[in-house]
C-alpha cells in the first residue's frame, strides 16, 4: 500500500513539475523558509530521506515476518503505522477529503481505504495543479458554479462550449464543472460498456405496447446463447451454422424496434384540436422524488402509464467515456417531478418501456434527438408518441429555440444553463444540482400546452402545422442510435473540418494519431477529446516534432495518456516523418523557403523540442531499418504484440520506421556519397517522378481494434449474454407460443394484431416478475437481480490484460454474406480494407430516412456538436 502510494506521488511530481516548478506559490510564503527554493529544497530532502528510509525496511514476505516475531519490532511497526496513518489523515482531511484511515480495525476495509488515498491523491494533485496553473497566470479568478463542500472543480473554458454569438445576443461562455476525483460510473455497471468497432444492437428483450412482435432475435435465447464453440460439430460447420443462423437476423439486429408501431401511429384527434392550457404548479409547492430502487422506478412506470402526458429530459457525461454515459433522467407530471439516478438503475431502466412506447401516453422533450440515441444506448428505451418543444419553437418561428429561452418567454423564469456542462457522474447529486435538472422538465408540460394553442392559433385553428410538429418529433423517436465506426478513412473527415491544408507527412501524422487515440479511446473507455483533443492532434501532424517534447510541447495543457504514452506517439511522428513528400509539396516549401516539413507560422516552445532542427543536424539512422545493429522493428501500430513492442522500445531507444511505398519511391542510401554516378542520375530521375497513385496505396499500418476482431455473429452472443435471461420454464412457454403464433400467422394475417398483444402479455409475465422482484428485493433487504455480464471483448477501464486475453482467444472469421454484418477486417490491411464499407452502406440504409450518420466521426472531442440543436 506505501510503495504505491510513494509511486503515485512521485508520478505526480513529475507532473507538476513539469508544468512550471518555480513558480510554486510564491505569494504564498511558508513559515521558515525566506523563499520557495529554500521550502522546495527541504520538501525534496525530507521526500528523499522517507523513501530511503522505506526502502531499507525489511520487505513482506522475506525478513518482515521474521522481525515481525519480536514483540518490540512489532510494537515499533505499529506506532509509527498508527503516526502514518494519522498523517494521512491529516492531510486528507486539510484537503477536504473523506478519510477513516485510522480505523486500522477493519482489515476488510483495506481496498475501500486504499481508493480514499488514491481518491485523496487526485484531489491534491488537482488542487496543486490549479494552483500552479494560477501561478502560470492561467485566470482562475472566474469562481466556478459548484455546490458548497465540492472539490475545486476543473474550468474548461474552449471554443466548443462558447455559444454562438448570432442573433444578437452577446456571447456566452458555458463553465464546464469538472470534479476530478469523480469515481468511475462503469466500474459499477452490471453490464460492461461494449466499446468494440462493431455496430450498435438494440439492448431491447421484451416489447411492451408492441402491434408487431419483437423479432425472435431479441427474445429467443437460444439464438443469442449458443456460441459456435458450443456446438458437438466440427469448427468449421459451426462456423456455418452460426453464421447462417446470423444471417437470418441480421435484418432485425439493425432495425428500429418500434419502427413498425411508429409508421403506423397516427396522433389522437384530441391532440390536434385546441388544448386547455394547464398552468404549471409553482417549483416550491411540488414535491419532488429522487429515483434510485428498483421498487421507486416500478412504482414510477405505474404511475406513468395512468396519465395522458409526461415529460422527460436526460442528463449526459460524454468526457470520461467513450460512448458517453447518462446519468440522469428528469420526470415531470402535472403534480409531480421525479430524479432518476440513471447510472445507479442502469440495467432496470428498460421497464419504463412500458410507459415510454405507450402510444396512448404523450411524451413532451425539448430538443429530443440526442435524448432518442442516448435512450437507446443506455437503457434500450424507445419512445412512442412523442412530442418535441424545440421542434414546436421551430414552427412558431420563435427568435430563439433553446429551452431558456422558451422558459423565459413562456414562464418568465430566468434558468441558469450554466449547470448544462456539469459533471452529471457527481454523487450524491448537490442540491443546486437536482435543482437545475428539474427545472429542465418541470415547466415543460406547461410550454407545451402553449405551444399547441399557439401552433393552432397562428393557423387559424387549423391543425397543419400542429400536425407537422407531431410529424417531425415523430422522425425523431425513430433515430437510431449508431455507435461511431473507426475506418480507414475516419481521419480524412475529421482533417477537412480542420481547414488546413497537410502535405502526405501531416496527414500520415494526422491518420496515425486519430487511429492511436481512436484505439485507447475504446480500450480506455474515455472521450477522445480525453485522450487527445483534435486541436492537439492537429498541431502535432502540423509540426512534426523530432522529439517526444516536442509533443508535450503541442500539448497544453497535456493530456495524461498522451504523457504516459508520449514515446508510442513518437514513434507514429516519425513514421509519418518518413513518408515521401509529393514533388509539388516540396516545390511549394521550397517556394516558401522552408526546410522539407512544414512548419506553422506560430513556433512552440519547447526547449527540448529539436523539430526546427534540421534533420541533417541530428544523429542519422540509416533508413534501411538498421541502427547501431540492432534489429529495428517496422514501426507497427497496434501490433498484436504490444507487451513486446514496449520492451523493444526501452531496448533500443530509437526505432525508425521504414518507408511504406516503394514503387515510386528513391532508395536513399545512407551515405550519399557511396552512390556512383549512375546511381546518383538514377535516383534524380526517380525522384522528379510522383506517383499518381500514392493516394490509393493502401496504408501499411493498419488500425487492429483488438475488440473489433470479433466476428459479428460471436459479438451477437457477447451482447445477449449481457441481457436478462429468462427462466427455462418461461422460455420454453415462450417459445411455444411464438411457434404456435407464427403457424398462426401464416394462415391468417388478419390476426396479427392479436397474437402481438398476446407476445406482449407473455412478456408482461416478465414485467410483473421484475416487479415482484422488486417486491421482494423491498423484503429481502434491496437484493437486485443479477444479470450476466459480458466478458468476451467488452472494454473495461484498465482493460490491457483482459484485452490480450480475448484477442488471443482463437478467433473465428466467417466470410460475410454480401447483405450481412461485414465487420471491418482488420486481418488483412490491403485495400481489402474497404469492404467495411459495405456493411456500413447497409445499416444506413436501413436507417430512418435523413437521418445523419456517425460513422467515422471522430471529433468526438466532449462529444456534443455544438449547434446540432438549441437546448
Ligand atoms: P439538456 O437537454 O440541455 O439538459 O442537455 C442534456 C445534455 O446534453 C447535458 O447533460 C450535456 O451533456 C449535453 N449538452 C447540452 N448542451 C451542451 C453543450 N452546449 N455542449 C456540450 N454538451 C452539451
Ligand atoms: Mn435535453
Ligand atoms: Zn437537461
Redesign the pocket.
Known sequence: MASSNDNKSTEGGFQDGNSDPNDEETNELCPGFKDVDAFVKYGLGAVLSATKASAGLPQAGDDYDFYRSFPGFQEFCESQGDKLLHLMSQIMQHHGCRSHMRDRNKLTGLEERFDLVVDSNDTILERAGILLDEADGVNRSQQPVMPAGFQPPKIVVSS??R?GSGSGSRPET?RLLHAKNVARPQLKFKEKVDNSNTPFIPKIFIKPNATKPLPSYFTNKQIRKERPEDLDVPAALADFIHQQRTQEHVEDMFAHPYQYELDHFTTPENLLSKPEVQMYKPMAETKCSFIDTLEDLVALNEKLCKLSEFAV??????YRSFL?LT??MQISTREEDFIIDTLELRSEMYILNEAFTDPATVKVF??AD??IEWLQKDFGLYVVNLFDTHQASRALNLARHS?DHLLKHFCNVDSD?RY???D?RIRPLPDEMVQY?RT?THYLLYIYDSMRAQLLEFHHGQPGLLQSVWNKSKDISLKKYLKPIFTEESYLELQRKQKKSFNTQQLTAFRLLFAWRDKLARQEDESTGYVLPTHMMSKISEELPKEPQGIIACCNPVPPLVRQQVNELHLLVQQAREMPLLKAEIAAQKNKGLTPIKKSDVKLFGPHDTSRVHESDLPHFSSDGKLNNLPVKQGILFSEDDHKMDVDIQKIKVLTAPAKITLFELETKSDQTSLSVAHMKASRIIESFENPFRMYLPPSDVHINKNAKFDPSSKIFEISKRWKLQSIEQQHKELEAKRKAKEEAKEQAKKERNKAKQSYQESLQNVATVRQQAADSLKGGGKKRERVASEVGESTPKPSKKLMKSADKPQKTEPPSQESFTPFDYSQSDLSVFAGRQFLSFVQQKGSKGQKSNFGAGNRS???M?GKSE?
Open positions: 466548443w462550449n455559444k458555458f429530459d436526460l442528463e449526459h457525461h460524454s458517453g446519468c440522469l425539448h430538443g440526442s435524448d429551452l444553463k448544462q456542462l456539469a452529471w435538472a429542465d466532449m462529444s456534443y455544438a437546448r
